[in-house]
């Protein structure tokens, strides 16, 4: 069980907006800044969102995040059948001394 | 470009010991701190152990405390996890990963598969 939240699914159709949520405390969230990941099926996860909000290069801007107190947020706008995927928060944890990973959201495109 | 390459995963007995490493190129190995990082099949991701940047400071999840050594070598841009005493729950696959405590980004490795099993 992860110190950090996120719901286990979420869904959307093409072209829709989808939100995932990701929930945790003042040693992670509350006092770090936010990463989410995408990874799809049989490929290493891929960086989305470093910073709470940046995106890296190549990143398409569809792609967001936010950071609120104990909580984040990514955004997919404009929804692809292509972003299809696991999606995971992490936040360095002052308590563990290490990064915390959220248990993952699978996004199905309907 | 920004590689991180691992290697050195494969079949083991319980018991039994594994080394894997970590090449590192196309960014300043020295400036960035590490952590491995693995998901076992079917699973989450789970932070294993990080390494600060000139090798200080070195911290590890509960789960391998005591068997597992990370360690690094700036001459060689290279990361280690050197991992004894291995369970059959720590079958996964284990990922490199680099990160800039300044630019805040961090990149990461195409993940190499450690199976324990008799």
């Known amino acids: 069980q992860s110190v950090v939240t996120q719901p286990p699914s979420a869904s959307g159709t093409p072209g829709q907006r989808v939100t995932i949520s990701c929930s945790g405390s003042?040693?992670?969230?509350?006092?770090?800044?936010v990463n989410w990941y995408q990874q799809l099926p049989g490929t290493a996860p891929k960086l989305l969102i470093y910073?709470?909000?940046q995106r890296p290069s190549g990143v398409p801007d569809r792609f967001s995040g936010s950071k609120s107190g104990t909580s984040a947020s990514l955004a997919i706008s404009g929804l692809q059948s292509e972003d299809e995927a696991d999606y995971y928060c992490a936040a360095w944890d002052d308590s563990l001394h290490g990064p915390v990973f959220g248990g993952g959201t699978k996004l199905t495109v309907l | 470009e920004v590689q991180l390459v691992e290697s050195g995963g494969g079949l083991v007995q319980p018991g039994g010991s594994l080394r894997l490493s970590c090449a590192a190129s196309?960014?300043?190995?020295?400036?960035?701190?590490m952590n491995w990082v693995r998901q076992a099949p079917g699973k989450g991701l789970e932070w294993v152990s990080h390494?600060?940047?000139?090798?200080?400071?070195?911290y590890y999840a509960d789960a391998v405390k005591g068997r597992f050594t990370i360690s690094g070598d700036n001459s060689k841009n290279s990361l280690y996890l050197q991992m004894n005493s291995l369970r059959a729950e720590d079958t996964a696959v284990y990922y490199c990963?680099?990160?800039?405590?300044?630019?805040?980004?961090?990149?990461w490795g195409q993940g190499t598969l450690v199976t324990v099993s008799s």
């Open positions: 990963t680099a990160y800039s405590t300044s630019s805040l980004i961090e990149f």
């Open positions: 003042s040693s992670n969230i509350g006092s770090n800044t």
């Open positions: 390494i600060g940047i000139s090798g200080s400071p070195i």
């Open positions: 196309g960014f300043t190995f020295s400036t960035y701190s």
């Open positions: 910073n709470n909000n």
